[in-house]
Nanobody, 124 residues
Framework: VQVQASGGGLVQAGGSLRLSCAGS????????MAWFRQAPGKEREFVAA????????GYVDSVKGRFTISRDNAKNTMYLEMNSLKPEDTAVYYC??????????????????WGQGTQVTVSS
């Protein structure tokens, strides 16, 4: 499977964006998936993850209550709804997929499949 993120852009603090991650080449319905982000000069960090069926999700503390991860397996797509955005959310956002594993993980090493990132810039 290949994945590709889209939906990034420039938004003012307090605004919202919805990122999409489209799968191709294979169904994503049986694998856990996640969003990571990387700000300039920083390491890539975990943001949110979701199990294959969508019944289990996990978030980094800094986005809890503001971001929502979801998926539509019929459309082979995962989403990240981002509300109340802050300048510190500025980063390149990446979607990632596990391989043949239903559960999700917060560990970057659990994800062998990565898409190109999409830039999110939040102005103050």
């Amino acid at each position: 499977v290949q994945v590709q993120a889209s939906g990034g852009g420039l938004v003012q603090a307090g605004g919202s964006l919805r990122l999409s991650c489209a799968g191709s080449g294979r169904s994503i319905s049986r694998v856990g998936m996640a969003w990571f982000r990387q700000a300039p000069g920083k390491e890539r960090e975990f943001v949110a993850a979701i199990s294959s069926s969508g019944d289990k999700t996990g978030y980094v503390d800094s986005v809890k209550g503001r971001f929502t991860i979801s998926r539509d397996n019929a459309k082979n797509t995962m989403y990240l709804e981002m509300n109340s955005l802050k300048p510190e959310d500025t980063a390149v956002y990446y979607c990632a997929s596990r391989y043949n594993t239903y559960s999700y993980s917060t560990n970057i090493r659990a994800y062998p499949i990565w898409g190109q990132g999409t830039q999110v810039t939040v102005s103050s």
